[in-house]
């Protein structure tokens, strides 16, 4: 999994997996079929630890804010590397459906489409709660704090510390919709 999430598809050999597995190339094989299957089964791996971690504290949180502004959070702390851990996430970076492999694209595409739905479900939530502006467009507002998290992702991978990508999250929550303190939108 880290080998695939820090190289990308393409840029981890066979000889890469079977080294960092210690297992020859035809053990690699009898177990997962090809290097394609071996992928599959690395983002699956990451998808199941990334539930846990970062998309937990948005479901928890008492309100669509504070779950966006936890996921931020969460965010990042844990995108920069880490002993073990390459930076970044490996969906935000990865390129597998350009490098070849258009089955493993679209599953990485339906992953970002995952946490996307998941973000719109949360400020939908917020919403028919009262707690957001009536009108407000709640995938327009998913894909703003989606890109803000890949943005994290990204700039984690070039070396930004938590807390540079901490400020950035910070930030990006004085986007969100304010009203004012009568439940009705504030004025600009």
């Known amino acids: 999994?880290?080998?695939?999430?820090?190289?990308?598809?393409?840029?981890?050999?066979?000889?890469?997996?079977?080294?960092?597995?210690?297992?020859?190339?035809?053990s690699l094989y009898a177990a997962f079929g090809s290097k394609q299957a071996l992928y599959a089964e690395a983002l699956a791996r990451y998808l199941d630890r990334t539930v846990a971690v970062?998309?937990?504290?948005?479901?928890?949180?008492?309100?669509?804010?504070?779950g966006i502004e936890a996921f931020l959070l969460?965010?990042?702390?844990v995108l920069p590397a880490q002993p073990g851990k390459p930076a970044g996430c490996m969906v935000t970076l990865s390129a597998?459906?350009?490098?070849?492999?258009?089955?493993?694209?679209?599953?990485?595409?339906?992953?970002r489409a995952d946490a996307f739905a998941r973000l719109t479900a949360r400020?939908?939530?917020?919403?028919?709660?009262?707690?957001?502006?009536?009108?407000?467009?709640?995938?327009?507002?998913a894909r703003f704090y989606l890109a803000v998290q890949q943005g994290l992702s990204i700039q984690a991978r070039d070396g930004a510390t938590p807390a540079e990508l901490e400020t950035i999250a910070r930030r990006a929550m004085d986007a969100w919709p304010a009203h004012d303190a009568i439940g009705t939108p504030a004025r600009e």
């Open 54 to 66: 970062i998309w937990a504290p948005l479901e928890v949180a008492p309100t669509a804010r504070a």
């Open 1 to 26: 999994m880290a080998l695939f999430w820090r190289h990308g598809f393409t840029g981890t050999s066979i000889a890469d997996l079977c080294a960092a597995m210690g297992i020859a190339s035809p």
């Open 123 to 141: 400020i939908a939530r917020g919403l028919a709660s009262g707690e957001l502006p009536p009108g407000t467009d709640c995938a327009a507002l």
């Open 96 to 111: 597998v459906g350009d490098e070849g492999c258009p089955a493993l694209g679209r599953r990485v595409a339906e992953a």
């Open 74 to 77: 969460v965010s990042a702390a």
